[in-house]
């Protein structure tokens, strides 16, 4: 039994060396990219146990992708300019004096982030339980 344990112990320390190495105090990304690799090892050993297995490895993708997606920060500003979500028809339009539509990118921006967390949060409350035993 000690030697399981050692042994587990030793290649989670490895599965787990860049997350445990770029550890930061009082940093969110540092827990998300835990529960990703944790989620990435999930999906990796796959469920032996017969069951719902194709579909948890599913739900864990798409977990894993919405963690990506919130720790690269990065929710298309260049595309939201360039679909004209705000600007309208920007070429026609005299230059813009006041600083508000940056404001309202910023809020959007923090709005799909936020819609990001909720969901991630929200398929983990539902089906954690269904992922480990």
């Excluded at 894993?64 to 600007?87: A, C, G, P, Q």
């Excluded at 404001?103 to 480990?132: A, N, P, S």
Aim: hydrophobic letters at 40%; aromatic letters at 18%.
């Amino acid at each position: 039994m000690l030697f399981y344990r050692l042994k587990n112990f030793f290649k989670n320390l490895w599965w787990y060396r860049r997350e445990l190495w770029d550890d930061n105090e009082g940093d969110f990304e540092y827990t998300l990219s835990l529960l990703k690799r944790k989620l990435m090892k999930s999906k990796k050993v796959g469920f032996p146990y017969g069951g719902d297995g194709e579909r948890h490895v599913k739900e864990i993708s798409i977990c894993i992708n919405l963690i990506d997606r919130i720790l690269k920060d990065d929710y298309s500003i260049s595309e939201i300019i360039n679909d004209n979500w705000i600007w309208g028809d920007y070429a026609n339009r005299p230059p813009l004096k006041t600083k508000f539509p940056k404001v309202v990118l910023y809020e959007h921006m923090t709005y799909m982030k936020e819609q990001d967390l909720d969901l991630l949060f929200k398929m983990m409350r539902k089906y954690i339980q269904c992922w480990w035993d």
